[in-house]
Structures are given as C-alpha cells and as structure tokens.
C-alpha cells in the first residue's frame, strides 16, 4: 500500500457500504490497479490482493488488470498474474507505449503463458484489447473525438496480434 493509510482507509469504508449491492446485482466487482501517475490507490497486484481482504466482503473479491500499469508498476507480470489467479476476471491489453500489440516492448508470450497456468481461458473470464494508440493518454481519449476508425484499427491489430501470440505459445 503507497498511499496514506486514512485515505486507503476511507476507500476500504466506502466500499464496504455498497459491496453488498454488488452481490444483490450480480456482479463481479473487480479491483483495477493503476499506475502511480494517474491514481494514490491500489497500484499493484498485491494492493489489489490486500485491498481485497480490507473490504472482506463477497461483493468484492475481483481484480481487474491492465497491462500498461503493470508494466509500470510491476516487478514481473507473469508473476503478478499469478498472484492474482482465479481472482482475475478481465486483463486489459495495450502494449508498452498503449499503442496495439506487437508494437511496442510487451512480452505477451509470457503473459499469454500465465493466463494458461490460471485457468484464465474459461467462461467468465476476459482479455479485452485497449490500445489507444502511440503514446496514447486515456483522457484525450476518453475527452476528446477519437477517430472511431483508428480505434477499430488498433482493436483488430491488438486482436489478431494476441490470436497470434497464442497459438505460437501453444504450439511452442
């Protein structure tokens, strides 16, 4: 945990309040961590993982990953991944510069190889491509007018890529 501990724990409170409603919805809260640059909470697998056991509620037992943090944050993804196991219901993909993968310095063969130990390829669970470009930041995109075109583009070269990468890794 890297943050002060009144902010983490005003967080954990707050989220204790409306965890059971997550139940009642039937959804699977997931806990994302994000880069230090961007966010003061929950920048790692093992902040997840304790964030996690803070709320101590069934409404939120989930992470959420996205490779561009823990590329930043994390001393080894595969192993972060690991740590995260059964819990991880959603990997976001870009690769190292947010551009689609394959453009950037990823290694997306191990990661690949990681999900496979999890178990990560069964119903429920998910790799979803997020690439916003080279050097793409998520406010423009998110604030600005994206060229839909290029976005698309991106997806189904991040996709294809991954496709690619998974069937070398099998085969390997």
């Known amino acids: 945990m890297n943050s002060p501990s009144s902010e ?3 967080s954990v409170e707050a989220m204790r309040i409306v965890a059971d409603e997550f139940v009642g919805a039937g959804i699977k809260a997931a806990v994302e961590p994000i880069r230090s640059a961007e966010v003061s909470l929950v920048h790692t697998v093992a902040d997840a993982v304790a ?3 803070d709320v101590d509620s069934p409404g939120v037992q989930h992470i959420n990953g996205d490779t561009y943090h823990m ?3 994390e001393k080894n993804i595969g192993l972060a991944l690991l740590e995260a196991g059964d819990r991880l219901v959603n990997l976001h993909m870009a690769d190292s510069n947010r551009d689609a993968l394959g453009r950037g310095s990823m290694d997306l063969d191990t990661i690949i190889r990681a ?3 999890i178990g990560h390829n069964a119903p429920g669970r998910f790799v979803t491509p997020e690439p916003l470009g080279p050097g793409g930041a998520p406010y423009p ?3 600005g007018r ?3 075109s290029v976005l698309d583009s991106l ?3 991040t996709v294809s890529y991954f496709r690619d990468r998974e069937e070398a890794v ?3």
């Open 170 to 172: 099998r085969n390997s």
């Open 51 to 53: 964030y996690i056991a």
């Open 115 to 117: 999900l496979y130990i």
């Open 71 to 73: 590329q930043v944050e």
């Open 155 to 157: 997806v189904r070269d």
């Open 146 to 148: 994206p060229e839909p």
């Open 141 to 143: 995109a998110r604030y």
């Open 8 to 10: 983490w724990h005003r």
